[in-house]
């Protein structure tokens, strides 16, 4: 039987609560997701980095997860902060893409 997805919208109103609210909640969905702990802690490192690349002001994190798969999309990213920070983005997920001012990141367990 085939597991629903788990979302979770968050809108915060600077980057420093989006941190302080999306770490746990992260947390909770990879232990659900069945992750180690090695890796769910790298991907919340990479979480950190993306919501540290977001412009000054509100700030939104989506997070899924899908079975053994976790993503997170966070927004708005400035692009210039971006391009110094995708490598070890890439090194810390299974995936990043960009689309528009967002970027997603993603890890399967």
């Known amino acids: 039987m085939p597991t629903a997805p788990e979302d979770v919208r968050l809108h915060a109103s600077d980057p420093a609560v989006a941190k302080a609210v999306a770490e746990p909640v992260l947390l909770a969905l ?14 919340a490192i990479a979480l ?34 971006l391009r ?15 689309d528009g001012d967002a970027i997603a990141l993603t890890l399967d367990a």
């Open 30 to 43: 990879g232990a659900r997701a069945g992750f180690d702990v090695e890796r769910l802690d790298e991907f």
């Open 48 to 81: 950190d980095i993306a919501i540290g690349l977001a412009v000054p002001g509100p700030v939104r994190a989506d997070l899924r997860r899908t079975g053994g798969r976790l993503s997170v999309t966070v927004s708005p990213v400035a692009p210039d902060r």
């Open 84 to 98: 110094g920070r995708r490598a070890l983005l890439a090194e810390l997920t299974a995936g990043v893409a960009e």
